[in-house]
């Protein structure tokens, strides 16, 4: 009498990788998109905030601050915030990612000169 043996074949097993491996294939983009987007809402919210920081330092010493740790304000992590303008009549910044490159969002309030791609007053605005 012969045994009979219980298991997988060799060539079962490849199907099962390969089928994973294609699967993995397809989901890791979808992933990497998905984290992206959640670095540009960090930007934008970094933005924000950094709104609320600015009018309350307004209205303690009537200017706006082009220096962030006058402003008591930490943008999130990995986030690069720059007030490239600011005096008593308003001010402008951008913020960038380095794993959201090229993404980058701007904001400008005031009679301020506008900075792409910010073309409203006080909107947030991302290229």
């Given at each position: 009498m012969r045994q009979r043996r219980h298991g997988f074949t060799l060539i079962?097993?490849?199907i099962v990788v390969v089928?994973?491996?294609i699967l993995a294939a397809i989901a890791v983009p979808k992933f990497?998109?998905?984290k992206g987007k959640a670095y540009v809402a960090s930007m934008k919210s970094d933005l924000r905030n950094l709104a609320v920081a600015e009018e309350g330092y307004y209205y303690d010493h009537r200017i706006y601050s082009t220096i962030l740790d006058s402003l008591?304000?930490?943008p999130s992590h990995g986030v690069i915030l720059t007030i490239v303008q600011a005096d008593s009549s308003g001010w402008s910044?951008?913020?960038t990612h380095p794993?959201?490159?090229p993404h980058m969002c701007a904001v400008f309030y005031g009679s301020?000169?506008?900075v792409a791609p910010a073309t409203v007053d006080g909107?947030?605005?991302c290229q």
């Amino acid at each position: 009498m012969r045994q009979r043996r219980h298991g997988f074949t060799l060539i079962e097993l490849l199907i099962v990788v390969v089928i994973i491996g294609i699967l993995a294939a397809i989901a890791v983009p979808k992933f990497q998109s998905t984290k992206g987007k959640a670095y540009v809402a960090s930007m934008k919210s970094d933005l924000r905030n950094l709104a609320v920081a600015e009018e309350g330092y307004y209205y303690d010493h009537r200017i706006y601050s082009t220096i962030l740790d006058s402003l008591s304000f930490s943008p999130s992590h990995g986030v690069i915030l720059t007030i490239v303008q600011a005096d008593s009549s308003g001010w402008s910044a951008t913020s960038t990612h380095p794993n959201a490159y090229p993404h980058m969002c701007a904001v400008f309030y005031g009679s301020i000169t506008p900075v792409a791609p910010a073309t409203v007053d006080g909107e947030v605005a991302c290229q």
